[in-house]
């Protein structure tokens, strides 16, 4: 008996990988930075010793995100058409992974906040639970479209990535499909570590924020005393054929404001639960 298992890779990780051969082809540049979430991590931790209740952490990333990706719809909020032109969008529709129960298993699957800059804590909490709890329909974008999530990963490879390169150059299908800006919290599978861990990944949409782990640290007053803070390891992919540097340096200056003492006591946000 050899001293090793055989398996097969699955259709959905064959379609994970036309889908990341594809977003290979933008001209993706990460920056990396750091997000003092103290605050926020005390009135979720104030709010649950209170109610009981555990609100999702990527529900408090994607308000924020999504307030700050309005403040900058150009060029953040945006999606390529081909090399020629790009397509700015009022509504933020924001992509990210959640796991829900298929056939007795936990699966990550592909679920979209639309129009995320316009709803609350409370709002996108509870879509997002009724929707691991499959109580919210996945969002597929056309008529039919449900059919062809489940025929898709068993296309021949030619035909699946033929459709997603129709889907990728078309701004308007992807934004049904995809949303406009993606949001990915698989680095945060790591929790607390010793250090920050980014998360470096590829994404078809023009900016994504990627979450990495949360670093417990001790900082050193003017007054001689140490503070416990919480630090947020973040990343942020954008297409560097739309966004340039400075754009992006200023998004990223507004969402960590937001983060870190923006959402605490805005109407939208903790106030909201």
Known sequence: MEPF???????????IDDYTTEAKSKNTIWAFGAADI?????????HKAKTQESISFTAFLIACYARSVEKHKYPINTLRKKKSEYYIFDEVDVSTNIERNIDGVRKPVNYTVRNAHTKTLREINDEIRAAQAGMIKLTTGNKGGKKLLKLFPKLPRFIRKWIIHRTFINPLQKKKLLGTVGLTAAGMMAKSTPELGYAIFMTPHTSALGIGSIKTSYVLQKDGSTVERESLAVTFAFDHAVIDGGPA????????????????????????L
Not at 38 to 46: C, D, V
């Open 5 to 15: 298992t055989i398996k097969k890779i699955s259709q959905m990780a064959k379609v």
């Open 38 to 46: 103290t605050k926020a991590r005390i009135a979720l931790r104030a």
């Open 249 to 272: 340096a200023r998004f990223l200056e507004d969402l960590y404001f937001v983060l870190r003492d923006g959402c605490v006591e805005a109407d939208w946000c903790f106030k909201s």
